[in-house]
Antibody
Framework: EVQLVESGGGLVKPGGSLRLSCAAS????????MKWVRQAPGKGLEWVGR??????????DYAAPVKGRFTISRDDSKNTLYLQMNSLKTEDTGVYYC???????????????WGQGTLVTVSS | QSVLTQPPSVSGAPGQRVTISCTGS?????????VHWYQQLPGTAPKLLIY???NRPSGVPERFSGSKSGTSASLAITGLQAEDEADYYC?????????????FGTGTKVTVL
């Protein structure tokens, strides 16, 4: 059974940093593309970014609002995905989900398994 | 803000059929990119409902179906059940002058009367 468990959320001041982790099990993590999706309180879903498997080059892509501030990385030896968030803004507040990525083509990708999410609150 | 527009809410009685629209543009759905749908039950993480515009993952009931035409897509729920009360989101890929990436719809709350 695929399991994704996020951790690392919490309260941080504007301008601060936080690193989220996503521990994966139940599938071959090193072969998987992964992504982060967030949801502001009472709002809809927003794609944050994606990382390909190392076999597919390990490239990362980011949504415009977080580009240059957030970094996605992976440690295949620990089956763990990371999201390093710097220069945090109040609008980054929300629940952050990690998901596995399924694709039927390079531009037809979706989140097929989701973690339970971790809450990040950016406030002074 | 989202580039995919959904109605804020739809409702129906048990057993009825409801549809949720997802309207995009020539830089996403109209460009031929697939649409995927997610169901988010209250207080839980989203769950994949439809992928590749019309395919159901194993375990998803046949009463959920998806379609796509032109710059729009639709999710239909036939034989509505109380357990279907949730928020539903469409998702596609967008490639425009301002950049490319995955985009979600604004979300639709389904209420079972």
């Amino acid at each position: 059974e695929v399991q994704l468990v996020e951790s690392g959320g919490g309260l941080v001041k504007p301008g601060g940093s936080l690193r989220l982790s996503c521990a994966a099990s139940g599938f071959t993590f090193s072969n998987a593309w992964m992504k982060w999706v967030r949801q502001a309180p009472g709002k809809g879903l927003e794609w944050v970014g994606r990382i390909k498997s190392k076999a597919d080059g390990g490239a990362t892509d980011y949504a415009a609002p977080v580009k240059g501030r957030f970094t996605i990385s992976r440690d295949d030896s620990k089956n763990t995905l990371y999201l390093q968030m710097n220069s945090l803004k109040t609008e980054d507040t929300g629940v952050y989900y990690c998901t596995t990525v399924g694709c039927s083509s390079s531009t037809s990708c979706y989140g097929d398994h989701w973690g339970q999410g971790t809450l990040v609150t950016v406030s002074s | 803000q989202s580039v995919l527009t959904q109605p804020p809410s739809v409702s129906g009685a048990p057993g009825q059929r409801v549809t949720i629209s997802c309207t995009g543009s020539s830089s996403n759905i109209g460009a031929g990119y697939d649409v995927h749908w997610y169901q988010q039950l209250p207080g839980t993480a989203p769950k994949l409902l439809i992928y590749g515009s019309s395919n159901r993952p194993s375990g998803v009931p046949e009463r959920f179906s998806g379609s796509k035409s032109g710059t729009s897509a639709s999710l239909a729920i036939t034989g509505l059940q109380a357990e279907d009360e949730a928020d539903y989101y469409c998702q596609s890929y967008d490639s425009s002058q301002s950049g490319s990436g995955y985009v979600f719809g604004t979300g639709t709350k389904v209420t079972v009367l």
